[in-house]
């Protein structure tokens, strides 16, 4: 049984983190695990101009711990104008039919990102026992067979999928309400959660081409040159991540136990 796995550090390719103190609150759950990442601003009002882009970007810049990591922060439709080859990204695909979208496309430019929570959990997630709101994302999870066709084409080693985790932090009051708002906070536990898929599809050995490689080489960067030893030790998922103002930030599987750590 492997206890211990090294991997390059990983990059998140689809992140939502929000502005001002929720910004400040929930960026160190990213940069704790990840080198880079994409940020998909979903802001409101939304960024519809570069300037205001930069703006945000200098905002995320400054909410950094000093000295770390490098963010490379854009939107969609600048980001699809900065690839001349048109280049085109599936963002956390959910189905089936997206998988085989993907596995048979022969342009070589087009890739997909894939979401903890689709690799962990069908739709019955959602309603096990009552409404589960903290399951609630869109694209909402699906049937079982498509859990299990993403985690095949995650696991494979196929250079077209990626790590994205679509992390979006919400607080849990608007979770938790008559009309739930859609998202899953999942920066703290996002590699633990991709080290337990690979775990039990018995493919750690194709978790670094799809936390670590693909998505550098699809994107034309090249990989982190700095490593991360994750382990089979128990992490306990925190219940709740308070936000300045009381508020508080349910994350994925806040208060249950993972079966890796890094170290
Ligand atoms: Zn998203």
Known sequence: MTRSITLRRPDDWHLHLRDGEVLKAVLRHTTKQFARAIVMPNLKPPITRVALARDYRERILAALDPGEAVFIETILRPLLKDF????????HITTESAADFVLADTSGRLGATITPQHLMFNRNAMFTGGLRPHFYCLPVLKRERHRLALRKAATSGDPRFFLGT???????????????????FNAPAAMHSYCTVFDEEKALGSLEAFSSLNGPRFYGL?????????TRTDYLVPEDIPVPGGATIHPFLGGTKLAWSAS
Not at 85 to 91: D, F, G, H, N, W
Not at 222 to 227: A, G
């Open 166 to 184: 679509d992390s979006a932090p919400h607080f849990r009051a608007l979770k938790e309400a008559g009309c739930g708002c859609a998202g899953i």
């Open 84 to 91: 001349p080859a048109l280049k085109v990204v599936l963002e």
């Open 222 to 230: 090249p990989p982190n040159e700095d490593w991360v030893t994750w």
